[in-house]
């Protein structure tokens, strides 16, 4: 069998940086030969995004601004994404937000706006996405998303987004039930913490990643790489008979008491 992604498209949206995890998928999906679609939420990171994609030898990608919030701006974002390349095989949303004030503190002083705005971006963007690029997965495909354990239990100061991602979970279960009639599988990745620049304002961040040097199975934290090889797995024929799964690229964290 064959695991190219050669004469695949994929869209990957969330990159901001070369830190982030979306970036480490798209090098991942690239490595295995797949033509990519870059989305990001504002213009002031298309120059990034497109300088970035630039080192990537002989990639010839595409640049959309998606701020999923609105849905307008998916649906034209999918609408152009036809017009310009028609068929997709796949898509990684790596995309969450929460107001700073509610990734600190008690859960339960959570704002009704906080509490709003964290699940509009990270968990109803996954069911707005996927509509959008269903009908543009003529051949069957893969859509993936990026959780944390936060979302099963919970984790100091997660609060808001861990409520989030809970959602976001078992948004991911319900869509794999309406898409696989249409060979779109669903699936979701679990990554152990990871300096980004989403992770950059959290306090002690340094202590959260030495926790998981030190108790974690393999006793070292995990890479945007291999968040990347595994989202690689998923959007490929190799997860062929997979869906609705959570996979955890923890170092193992998660079957710990
Ligand atoms: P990054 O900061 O690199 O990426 C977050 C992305 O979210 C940014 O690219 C940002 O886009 C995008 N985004 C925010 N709001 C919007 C919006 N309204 N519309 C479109 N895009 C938006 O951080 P990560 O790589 O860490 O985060 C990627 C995913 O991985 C998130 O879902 C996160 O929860 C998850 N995750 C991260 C872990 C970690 O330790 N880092 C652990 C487990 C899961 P833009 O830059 O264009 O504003
Ligand atoms: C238990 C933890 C540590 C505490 C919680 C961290 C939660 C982070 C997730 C959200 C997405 C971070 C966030 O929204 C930051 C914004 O308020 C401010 N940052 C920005 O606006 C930057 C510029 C943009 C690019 O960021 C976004 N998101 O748009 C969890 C950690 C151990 C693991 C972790 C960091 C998980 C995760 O989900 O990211």
């Keep these: ?74 649906q034209t974002t999918f609408d152009q994404i036809k017009e310009d390349v028609g068929t997709i095989h796949g898509l990684a949303h790596c995309i969450a937000f929460a107001q700073k004030e509610d990734l600190k503190g008690d859960f339960v002083d959570t704002s009704r706006d906080g509490y709003l705005l964290a699940h509009n971006i990270s968990a109803y963007s996954l069911v707005a996405v996927s509509r959008a690029a269903q009908p543009l997965m003529t051949e069957g495909g893969g859509i993936v998303t990026l959780t944390y354990l936060g979302g099963e239990r919970v984790v100091k100061n997660y609060n808001v987004m861990g409520v989030a991602k809970a959602s ?71 997860s062929r008979g997979v869906t609705g799964e959570i996979i955890h690229v923890d170092s193992g964290y998660s079957i710990l008491g």
């Design 168 to 238: 976001l979970d078992a948004t991911m279960k319900y869509l794999a039930n309406d898409l696989g009639q249409h060979g779109v599988r669903v699936n979701a990745i679990s990554a152990g913490p990871i300096r980004t620049l989403s992770a950059k304002g959290v306090g002690d961040f340094n202590a959260i990643l030495k926790n998981i040097e030190e108790k974690a199975p393999l006793r070292r934290t995990v890479t945007q790489e291999e968040v990347g090889d595994t989202a690689y797995y998923l959007l490929s024929n190799l």
């Design 1 to 74: 069998m064959n695991f190219s992604l050669e004469g695949r498209t994929y869209v990957i949206m969330g990159v901001a940086n070369k830190r982030s995890i979306a970036w480490g998928i798209a090098t991942s999906l690239h490595a295995a030969g797949a033509r990519l679609i870059f989305t990001y939420a504002n213009e002031r990171f298309e120059k990034p995004v497109r300088d970035l994609a630039a080192t990537l030898d002989g990639q010839d990608a595409l640049f959309y601004q998606c701020d999923v919030t609105s849905d307008e701006a998916v």
